[in-house]
Each structure stands twice: as C-alpha cells, then as structure tokens.
C-alpha cells in the first residue's frame, strides 16, 4: 500500500505513523542552507536527539497529521 492510498482511506493517525515507520533505512542527500543544518542540529540535541532522529520525527509528525477532505 502506498502512503496515498493509506491517507484516502482515511486510516487513523497511529496506523499512519505505523506505516511510515515500518520499512528499510535508505541514504537521503539533501541540500540546505548551512544555518538551518546548524539550528536543526542544535534543536535535535536540545530534545537528546540525533539530527536525523529530528528529521524523522518531524516529517512522521507532518505525515501523519489528520488531513481535511475538500
């Protein structure tokens, strides 16, 4: 099932979560302004976190937000 199909379905928040959590660890570049690296990088030491655990954390959280139907 893709992440798509699982939101129009209208899945509960956990089961979101659950799928984008559920899968293999792939590499990901991305590019960047420095100052953001840096914030981001402070921000997840702050919370006891690696930056790519904030990363995760941060775009799970936005994934798996309720989304309004239009």
Not at 32 to 51: H, T, V, Y
């Amino acid at each position: 099932m893709k992440y798509s199909e699982l939101v129009e379905s209208g899945a509960k928040e956990s089961e979101v979560q659950a799928f984008l959590v559920d899968g293999d660890t792939v590499p990901m570049t991305i590019r960047i302004p420095s100052n953001l690296r840096e914030s981001a990088k402070e921000a997840a030491s702050l919370r006891g976190m690696s930056l790519s655990a904030f990363v995760r954390m941060c775009m799970i959280g936005e994934l798996s937000k309720p989304r309004e139907r239009s």
